[in-house]
Nanobody
Framework: QLQLVESGGGLVQPGGSLRLSCTASGFALDYYAIGWFRQAPGKEREGVSCISGTGGSTNYADSVKGRFTISRDNANNTVYLQMNSLKQEDTAVYYC????????????WGQGTQVTVSS
């Protein structure tokens, strides 16, 4: 069974940084692309970033380009999302999801981690 667990969320001031982790269990992470999504209150879930199984390909939503960096450590079955220069509009629950490829439908979701950007 594919299991994903997110961690690293919290409260941070505008301009601050957080690093989210997505750790997999029950399967070898390098077989899957991992995407980060977020959902703010009253809004639809949106894609933030995705990284291919090998880590050779990444993509980002325009709203986070230049501020967020996705990376993976397949040896530790973990994908990271480094978030810098955080803005209030980045406040959301962040989820990671596994899919065969970044363009494919997610096969498994984590439970989410709350990120709140506020002064």
């Amino acid at each position: 069974q594919l299991q994903l667990v997110e961690s690293g969320g919290g409260l941070v001031q505008p301009g601050g940084s957080l690093r989210l982790s997505c750790t997999a269990s029950g399967f070898a992470l390098d077989y899957y692309a991992i995407g980060w999504f977020r959902q703010a209150p009253g809004k639809e879930r949106e894609g933030v970033s995705c990284i291919s199984g090998t880590g050779g390909s990444t993509n980002y939503a325009d709203s986070v380009k230049g501020r967020f960096t996705i990376s993976r450590d397949n040896a530790n079955n973990t994908v990271y999302l480094q978030m810098n220069s955080l803005k209030q509009e980045d406040t959301a629950v962040y989820y990671c999801a596994a899919s065969i490829r970044c363009s494919g439908a997610p096969r498994s979701w984590g439970q989410g981690t709350q990120v709140t950007v506020s002064s």
